[in-house]
């Protein structure tokens, strides 16, 4: 096993959270060899940036688990997760339960984490309660570098975000937004409410700005 290490800020990383910042995935994901490589790649991104910002060796590897778990259970049956997962998240779209899914299991494996288990389950919606942590796996989610759609774009985000994170994921937020209202599809509250969140300090539009 793993030997736990000191995180930044509320007693021992978890060996599992120690293991995934190595690469290493529970025994019961459920990912791809696509999916894992996609993991890697957001894993390796989110490890730059907390580099680039500074943060402690711990907080590192803290950014680069997340980025290995949030897609463990991308390739589980859907409706397995849906009957798994408490009540508040059984109405999600299938495609949003894994993260719920993942962070569930890694709760039951004995994980405390709250910042690292809430970054996991609202990475696809985002949060109004999410930390740099959250920001970060959002952000590196929709930006890694095998994602080559409006590649210039997502490169410039990329170099931006350890300075500007929270700008980046305002960005980010903004360009899914726009996407769903122009397809006519539902926005989700939690991500109505991290928008918010985001657009504090700015006068609320009125009817007849539209």
């Known amino acids: 096993m793993v030997p736990p290490l000191p995180d930044s800020g509320a007693g021992l990383l978890?060996?599992?959270?120690?293991?995934?910042?190595r690469?290493?995935?529970p025994e019961w994901a459920k990912a791809r060899e696509n999916r894992r490589r996609h993991m890697a790649r957001v894993s390796a991104l989110l490890g730059e940036?907390?580099?680039?910002?500074?943060?402690a060796p711990q907080?590192?590897?803290r950014w680069m688990a997340a980025g290995h778990l949030h897609d463990a259970l991308r390739d589980e049956d859907q409706e397995v997760l849906r009957g798994k997962l408490a009540p508040p998240f059984q109405g999600l779209p299938g495609k949003v339960l894994h993260g719920p899914g993942v962070a569930q299991r890694l709760r039951e494996e004995g994980v405390e984490d709250e910042e690292l288990l809430h970054a996991i389950a609202f990475h696809t919606l985002g949060s109004p309660a999410f930390g740099p942590l959250g920001m970060a796996l959002y952000a590196a989610d929709f930006l890694e570098p095998g994602r080559i759609l409006r590649e210039e774009w997502r490169s410039e985000l990329r170099r931006r975000a350890p300075e500007d994170l929270e700008g980046v994921v305002?960005?980010?937020?903004s360009a899914r937004i726009r996407y769903l209202v122009g397809e006519m599809r539902p926005l989700h509250p939690e991500t109505v409410a991290f928008w918010n969140r985001l657009?504090?300090?700015e006068t609320w539009a009125s009817a007849s700005e539209i």
């Open 49 to 55: 940036w907390a580099n680039a910002r500074g943060e």
């Open 59 to 61: 907080e590192v590897m």
């Open 199 to 201: 657009s504090e300090g």
């Open 23 to 25: 690469g290493a995935l």
């Open 14 to 21: 978890h060996p599992l959270v120690v293991a995934a910042s």
């Open 170 to 173: 305002r960005e980010i937020l």
